[in-house]
């Protein structure tokens, strides 16, 4: 049943917290018409969802939710560059798992900018995540190290390993 070509979806960040309610108790009086139950109406929205993304193409067997849930991390400056230039400060276009509202935030433009679990006491079991790296210099062997272990949810060690590259800072003397 269409609710009219003027009808809007709402936008809400929190949506969710109104159709748990609504599916679970399914109260009469909101049921639309012309259907005589709730559960003809929600059959007929998997059929009518099945049908849209079926026409998009490929099966509905092949598709993820990475398709709308796809990486576009960028360094800030990429901005100011001519689009031909862009790619090289960007991470890969890759598919995420997680959303806004789950414990593995991230999304196509927002995530956590570090993803921990540490328990005191127990820090060598502990697990660290970074999106795009321990570097935010494009130049650096360091730019995007990690990043793919943040993607795939791969648990890197939380504590330090065996030192290999260090950086002295020594003020000059006058």
């Known amino acids: 049943q269409r ?3 003027a009808y ?12 748990w309610p609504l599916v679970n108790e399914r ?11 709730w559960e003809a109406l929600l059959a007929d ?15 509905l067997s092949e598709r993820s939710w990475g398709e ?5 991390i960028c360094h800030p400056v990429s901005r ?27 999304g196509p433009a927002f995530g956590a900018s570090q993803r921990m679990v540490v328990s005191p006491g127990h820090e060598a079991d ?4 970074m999106p795009g790296g321990q ?10 190290a990690g990043h793919e272990d943040w993607v795939n949810g791969t648990p890197t060690p939380f504590l330090p390993g065996a030192t290999v590259h260090t950086l002295r800072l020594v003020p000059t003397r006058e």
Do not use: K
């Not at 009469?28 to 005589?36: E, N, Q, W």
């Not at 709308?68 to 576009?72: D, F, G, L, V």
């Not at 890969?92 to 935030?105: N, S, T």
């Open 8 to 19: 809007l979806e709402p936008r809400l960040a929190q949506i969710e917290g109104v159709l």
């Open 135 to 144: 570097s935010g210099h494009p130049l650096s062997p360091f730019w995007g």
């Open 27 to 37: 109260p009469a009086h909101l049921l639309p018409p012309p259907y005589a139950s």
């Open 45 to 59: 929205a998997a059929r009518r969802l099945e049908a849209d993304l079926a026409a998009q193409g490929p099966t």
């Open 80 to 106: 100011a560059l001519p689009a031909v230039a862009r790619p090289w400060l960007c991470m890969p276009a890759d598919r995420l798992p997680g959303d806004r509202d789950m414990p593995r935030v991230q």
């Open 68 to 72: 709308r849930n796809t990486a576009a």
């Open 126 to 129: 502990g697990i660290i995540h």
């Open 3 to 5: 609710l009219g070509d």
